[in-house]
């Protein structure tokens, strides 16, 4: 069973960056979707963008232009680069990863991180 992990959260201004990752303890190679969530305090968990084994891309519209996702299947990794980042992404960052039903949206795997947290500062 796949076990993730994130790393890189942390307090930034207003208008900075921050690089989240998410490192598999096994192979994420026939995940066919990672994804990244967040949650901010007093809110439901909301996707923030999307990628597939075949390098799809996803976002919400909220961080359309200011986020990029990557994932490395060889190093297991995947990453959120975040730019121009404002109060509103404050929240914890949740790495994510499915194994669908081919042909479907039945999730057969569908695995969580504990989270890293994200504040920004105005």
């Known amino acids: 069973q796949v076990q993730l992990v994130e790393s890189g959260g942390g307090l930034v201004q207003a208008g900075g960056s921050l690089s989240l990752s998410c490192a598999a303890s096994?192979?994420?190679?026939?995940?066919?979707?990672m994804a990244w969530y967040r949650q901010a305090p007093g809110k439901q968990r909301e996707l923030v963008a999307t990628?597939?084994?075949?390098?799809?891309?996803n976002y919400a519209d909220s961080v359309k232009g200011r986020f990029t996702v990557s994932r490395d299947n060889a190093k297991n990794t995947m990453s959120l680069q975040m730019n121009s980042l404002n109060a509103e992404d404050t929240a914890v960052y949740y790495c994510?990863?499915?194994?669908?039903?081919?042909?479907?949206?039945?999730?057969?795997?569908?695995?969580w991180g504990q989270g890293t947290l994200v504040t920004v500062s105005s």
């Open positions: 990628i597939t084994d075949g390098g799809r891309t």
């Open positions: 096994g192979s994420i190679f026939s995940m066919d979707v």
């Open positions: 994510n990863a499915q194994l669908h039903r081919p042909g479907t949206s039945v999730r057969l795997l569908d695995v």
